[in-house]
């Protein structure tokens, strides 16, 4: 599969997996008392193929580089993933459950909490109310 020249800095799906990067973009982006926590967290899916659906559908690197393939590419590499996939499947059910591990990071900024799941990016305010984020 040929894939684009990787450019340091770049994001990408790990460049904030390391802490120390992650809680310096914080720091940098002027919040306090930045906390960082590691969990656990189980993804189920129904079969293999739901894995696969899962991650053309949410993964923009993914997304990348197919579309720079052709359609039959495209189907060849799908399979493939699917196959890698059935490895990790129930005997009986064929459902797939994948053990990860989730990075969670907490900051105050302007007397807002905003907590901030690392796997997506994506900002949930945090008003006094609990939050329970997983990746």
Do not use: H, W
């Amino acid at each position: 599969m040929d894939q684009a020249p990787k450019i340091m800095g770049a994001a990408g799906p790990f460049r904030l997996s390391d802490e120390n990067t992650l809680k310096d973009s914080f720091i940098k982006s002027r919040f306090e008392d930045v906390t960082i926590e590691r969990m656990d967290v189980i993804f189920d899916f129904d079969s293999p193929e739901a894995f696969t659906n899962f991650e053309y559908e949410t993964a923009a690197p993914i997304q990348a580089i197919l579309s720079n393939q052709t359609q039959i590419r495209r189907k060849e590499i799908s399979r493939t993933v699917t196959e890698a996939a059935s490895k990790y499947a129930d005997k009986s059910s064929g459902s797939v459950s994948l053990n990860n591990e989730a990075i969670c990071i907490v900051g105050r900024n302007a007397n807002i909490n905003v907590v901030y799941d690392v796997n997506s990016l994506l900002p949930i305010l945090d008003c006094g109310f609990s939050t329970f984020v997983s990746g």
